[in-house]
Nanobody, 123 residues
Framework: QVQLVESGGGLVQAGGSLRLTCASS????????MAWFRQAPGKEREFVAA????????NYANFVKGRFTISRDNAKNTVYLQMNSLKPEDTAVYYC????????????????WGQGTQVTVSS
C-alpha cells in the first residue's frame, strides 16, 4: 500500500521561498513517476512538476520553469519541491502524486495522492 504525506506549506510573501516535502512509503517500483500538482479555489488541479523515481527524468509546467525544482532522496523515500520567487498566483493546495504513467501531466493517471498542503503567497 502506497502512502504519501506532504508537508512544508505555509504563508510566505511574494518573492519568498518554500520547500515542500512528500514522504512516501510502499513504493518499491523504480518505474514510478512522482509528481506535484496544485489546485486553487474554483480551479482544476494542474500539473506542476514530475520526476521519475530513479531521478533520471524531470519535467516542469511552463509557469514554474526556472523557479521550482523537483528532486528526490531515495534513501529517505522522499520527494521535494523547492519553490523560489513565489508569486501570489502560486497560492494553492499542493498535492503529491505517484503513478506508473508517462502521461504524467494528467491528474487522473496517478494512482496515489497525498492529502495536500496549503501554500499561500501574499502580495
Amino acid at each position: 500500500q502506497v502512502q504519501l504525506v506532504e508537508s512544508g506549506g505555509g504563508l510566505v510573501q511574494a518573492g519568498g521561498s518554500l520547500r515542500l516535502t512528500c514522504a512516501s512509503s510502499g513504493i518499491t517500483d523504480s518505474t514510478y513517476i512522482m509528481a506535484w500538482f496544485r489546485q486553487a479555489p474554483g480551479k482544476e488541479r494542474e500539473f506542476v512538476a514530475a520526476i521519475k523515481w530513479t531521478g533520471d527524468f524531470t519535467n516542469y509546467a511552463n509557469f514554474v520553469k526556472g523557479r521550482f525544482t523537483i528532486s528526490r532522496d531515495n534513501a529517505k523515500n522522499t520527494v521535494y519541491l523547492q519553490m523560489n520567487s513565489l508569486k501570489p498566483e502560486d497560492t494553492a493546495v499542493y498535492y503529491c502524486a505517484a503513478g506508473r504513467t508517462w502521461l504524467f501531466t494528467t491528474a487522473r493517471n496517478y494512482d496515489y495522492w497525498g492529502q495536500g498542503t496549503q501554500v499561500t503567497v501574499s502580495s
